[in-house]
């Protein structure tokens, strides 16, 4: 399913490059592996939904907070991107990335019966952010975030997706591999500094 929002100004300044993940089903113990790689002066915002049920508070900014070497928080509406900072989706809303560089907060209706969706995310932030999204489908057993990626990728975004070997619930990365032009697909273990060497312009970063 391909969501398609309404036409939206391109932004009038430059944003920060941002790092969109998107996983489900196994996809915390993915991000345990991957976000305490990211180092403490990463030049990069990172936006994250993760599959919870709508009628539970999330506990990934507790879970998370102690263990990354960058500020964590949860999305609230109109919460500005920056550099070095982690954005958790919150249960039972769709996070967009809007072109002001902002992120907003919806209830319009699930997509793939998810809400949040990674579709939703990747799609407003290929919109806003075009080259300047790293877009990143993990673990998880539907099929959310694959036309998303694929959308980030023909707006010539890096994307990036878990080595479906490697994942807990292969469906999700199985689904956006069938769909996308994939610069890197990695373990777990490997995405964290892969990214660290994306955001720094490592020349060989996606050999």
Request: overall charge negative.
């Amino acid at each position: 399913m391909t969501l398609r929002l309404r036409p939206r100004p391109k932004p009038t300044t430059p944003l920060p490059q941002t790092v969109l993940i998107g996983g489900s089903a196994g996809s915390v113990e993915a991000l345990g592996q991957i976000l305490p790689m990211l180092p403490e002066h990463f030049a990069a915002a990172v936006v994250v939904v993760v599959h919870l049920p709508a009628d539970s508070a999330s506990l990934l900014v507790d879970i998370f907070a102690p263990r990354v070497n960058l500020t964590v928080q949860e999305v609230h509406d109109k919460v500005q991107l920056l550099a070095g900072n982690i954005y958790f989706a919150p249960p039972d809303y769709h996070v967009l990335v809007e072109a002001d560089g902002t992120l907003a907060l919806s209830r319009d209706a699930p997509v793939h019966f998810c809400r949040p969706a990674i579709d939703v995310l990747f799609e407003t932030a290929a919109d806003a952010l075009g080259a300047r999204a790293i877009g990143v489908v993990l673990t998880g057993a539907n099929e959310d975030g694959a036309a998303g990626l694929a959308y980030l990728a023909r707006t010539g975004a890096t994307t990036l997706i878990q080595d479906p070997k490697d994942a807990s619930m292969p469906t999700m990365p199985d689904a956006a591999l069938s769909l996308s032009r994939v610069d890197r697909v990695l373990p777990a273990a490997q995405i964290g500094l892969a990214l660290a060497d994306i955001v720094q312009g490592k020349a060989d970063a996606l050999r």
